[in-house]
């Protein structure tokens, strides 16, 4: 039934509503960008900034744990911690964090403390990640097109910049006796920043995912079943350091204690000790896997063999064996494998849920394989995990990073390809009784 008004004056007669003029809105703004997400504009910032400003705040966050610390130790003298040695000395430290040597009065020193390294590479690989997001090289939308550049000029933007701090800080850092190579110090830096911040551009640019799918299957499983195989090795070494420390808490306590600091120099010594704890983690998995490892000309630590000679006074030295492997000290080294086959066991269960016909030749491939990845991981692990620390007696400090890694490929190779096997060949039992 039409809705009515009272008669209109004029005519006499009832109108609709529909009938009558309504007013009229102005037409609203349509928005700039657009309804499909595809065709809007993203939000860009210059390369430029965007890498000094994520290098920076990286390179900040990393460097501030090191100026803690030595401002700590220097609060074992009454005198204080005058603000421009802690912070030349602090940068000396992060410079050595990145594989940097130092020439010193006591000889070079370069063995890098990893648990720094691991925070300055986190912090990198971070820059690298909002250097590309904020240049856009993520397709924002499954059907544009992708392409590896924009990651990669966020890439070389973060080495730019990296490289540039790094030289600053050598040559800051070179003061009374210390000296830093400055040029090695920018390629060093420069190289740091392009591995890390490309490993996070690319990351963030779903490139590295992209590489992936396009990776076949054997290498893929391969190469995860080897990383997981060669994270546990270096957990049980982590697991065996502390454990080898805590049951030696006594001389590690009187070490500290011979310093004759107070609570802020303790404080200190014990995280000095944190950052070189991935170190000495290193070091002890070279001890399970066979090869063992040196400290300086005169010690030298293995399962089968043990020699030691003078050593630097740290804590965390004062775990090391005095013996060779004796009672159940020998069950330890049986961890490696069964880090072996805790991964082909892994790569066995995941890879039959995904495809229970998979076929033996492929799965084993796969268990092979992880062998000698998981041998270039615990000999690039070695590698960083060594160096010196003066002349003479402490010129050469870790283990031997190719017979560490040697061994550790065909330990993998065997104890992922046993599990692999017996675990589908425990499967295929499993579903014949069901």
């Known amino acids: 039934m039409p809705t009515t008004t009272p008669e209109d004056p004029e005519e006499g007669a009832p109108t609709r509503l529909a009938d009558r003029e309504t007013v009229r809105l102005p037409i609203q703004r349509r928005s700039v960008r657009g ?5 809007r504009p993203a939000r860009r910032a210059p390369l430029a ?6 290098s920076f705040w990286a390179a900040l966050v990393s460097l501030v744990p090191t100026l803690l610390v030595v401002w700590l130790l220097f609060a074992m ?13 602090g940068l000396a430290g992060w410079v050595l964090a990145h594989w940097v040597p130092l020439q010193t009065g006591i000889g070079p020193v370069s063995l890098a403390p990893l648990g720094l390294t ?3 590479a986190w912090r990198v690989y971070r820059a690298g990640v909002h250097t590309a997001r904020a240049i856009g090289a993520r397709a924002h939308h499954k059907r544009a097109p ?14 730019v910049v990296y490289a540039g701090l790094g030289a600053l800080a050598a040559t800051i850092a070179g003061h009374n006796g210390i000296s830093v190579p400055i040029v090695r110090a920018a390629f060093t830096f420069g190289g740091f920043g392009l591995v890390a911040g490309s490993l996070g551009a690319f990351a963030e640019a779903r490139g590295i995912a992209r590489l992936a799918v396009r990776t076949p299957r054997v290498l893929r499983d391969a190469t995860r079943t080897g990383a997981v195989a060669a994270l546990l090795i270096l957990g049980a070494g982590a697991a065996t350091t502390g454990m080898a420390v805590a049951f030696s808490g ?14 802020a120099g303790q404080i200190g010594l014990v995280v000095v000790c944190g950052f070189f704890a991935p170190d000495v983690t290193a070091w002890t998995a070279s001890y399970l896997v066979g090869p063992g490892f040196t400290i300086g000309s005169g010690t030298f630590i293995s399962a089968a063999h043990v020699t030691v000679g003078s050593l630097p006074a740290v804590p965390l030295l004062a775990g090391l064996p005095s013996t060779p492997a004796t009672g159940y000290a020998p069950l330890l080294l049986g961890l490696p494998l069964l880090a072996a086959l805790v991964a082909g066991w892994l790569l066995a269960r995941r890879s039959l849920r995904l495809d229970p016909d ?5 799965l084993l491939g796969s268990a092979v394989l992880a062998g000698p990845v998981a041998g270039v991981l615990l000999a690039l ?33 065997i104890g992922a390809l046993l599990a692999t096997a017996a675990t589908k060949l425990a499967l295929r039992a499993k579903r014949a009784r069901e």
């Not at 309804?35 to 065709?39: E, G, S």
């Not at 900034?49 to 994520?54: D, F, K, S």
């Open 358 to 362: 998979r076929s033996w030749f492929a």
């Open 35 to 39: 309804k499909d997400p595809a065709k």
């Open 77 to 89: 003298d009454s005198s204080g911690a005058p603000l421009g040695q802690v912070l030349r000395l």
């Open 118 to 120: 691991a925070i300055a």
């Open 146 to 159: 992708w392409s590896p550049w924009p990651a990669a000029r966020a890439g070389a933007g973060i080495m």
């Open 49 to 54: 900034l965007a890498a000094v400003v994520n």
């Open 250 to 263: 006594g001389d590690a306590s009187q070490i500290i204690d011979d310093y004759h600091t107070g609570i």
């Open 381 to 413: 692990a070695s590698a960083a995990a060594s160096g010196s620390m003066g002349a003479d007696g402490l010129a050469d400090i870790g283990p031997h990073a190719g017979a560490v890694g040697f061994v550790a490929m065909f330990m993998v190779a």
